[in-house]
C-alpha cells in the first residue's frame, strides 16, 4: 500500500488488534480448557493439546507480520474453535462459561481477521485506480 492515510492505518491497526485479541484468548481459553477444566480421561494431554492448539500455531508468525494471506485463511480456521465451543457449552452445562468464552474469542479473531482483509483489498484497489490514473494522463 502506498497511500497511508490516518484513517486507514487506524481503521488496520484495530482490525488487526481485535484479531490478534481473539487469537491469544482462544489460545489461552483451549489451553486451560484442556489442563485445568476439563481434562481428557482417555487421552494423554499432551496429544489432547496438540490435536486442538497445534493448528492454531500455523498462522502465528503471519498474523504477527500483517500478511494478508495469513489474515485471510486464518479466519477460517477459527469457525471450527466457534463450534467447538458451542458444542462445549452444551456437553458441559456446568462449565458453559468457558464454552461461551472460546465461542466469543473464535468470532473475535474471525471479525478481526475478515477486517483486516477487506480493508487492506479496498485501500489496495483505491491505489491501484490512482496509480492507472496517473499512467493515463502521461
Given at each position: 500500500?502506498?497511500?497511508?492515510?490516518?484513517?486507514?492505518?487506524?481503521?488496520?491497526?484495530?482490525?488487526?488488534?481485535v484479531a490478534l485479541i481473539g487469537y491469544?484468548?482462544?489460545?489461552?481459553?483451549?489451553?486451560?480448557?484442556?489442563?485445568?477444566?476439563?481434562?481428557?480421561?482417555?487421552?494423554?494431554?499432551?496429544?489432547?493439546?496438540?490435536?486442538?492448539?497445534?493448528?492454531?500455531?500455523?498462522?502465528?508468525?503471519?498474523?504477527?507480520?500483517?500478511?494478508?494471506?495469513?489474515?485471510?485463511?486464518?479466519?477460517?480456521?477459527?469457525?471450527?474453535?466457534?463450534?467447538?465451543?458451542?458444542?462445549?457449552?452444551?456437553?458441559?452445562?456446568?462449565?458453559?462459561?468457558?464454552?461461551l468464552a472460546e465461542a466469543l474469542a473464535?468470532?473475535?479473531?474471525?471479525?478481526?481477521?475478515?477486517?483486516?482483509?477487506?480493508?487492506?483489498?479496498?485501500?489496495?484497489?483505491?491505489?491501484?485506480?490512482?496509480?492507472?490514473?496517473?499512467?493515463?494522463?502521461?
Amino acid at each position: 500500500m502506498t497511500d497511508n492515510s490516518p484513517e486507514t492505518l487506524k481503521k488496520l491497526r484495530l482490525s488487526q488488534n481485535v484479531a490478534l485479541i481473539g487469537y491469544f484468548s482462544l489460545l489461552v481459553i483451549l489451553m486451560a480448557n484442556i489442563v485445568l477444566m476439563i481434562p481428557s480421561r482417555h487421552f494423554p494431554t499432551a496429544l489432547v493439546m496438540l490435536v486442538i492448539v497445534g493448528p492454531l500455531m500455523f498462522p502465528l508468525k503471519g498474523l504477527l507480520n500483517n500478511n494478508l494471506y495469513t489474515y485471510q485463511w486464518a479466519s477460517f480456521l477459527s469457525l471450527p474453535y466457534f463450534a467447538h465451543g458451542i458444542t462445549e457449552m452444551s456437553a458441559y452445562p456446568e462449565l458453559w462459561i468457558a464454552g461461551l468464552a472460546e465461542a466469543l474469542a473464535a468470532v473475535a479473531m474471525y471479525t478481526g481477521c475478515v477486517m483486516y482483509a477487506r480493508i487492506f483489498k479496498q485501500q489496495y484497489k483505491k491505489n491501484l485506480k490512482k496509480e492507472e490514473d496517473e499512467v493515463n494522463k502521461i
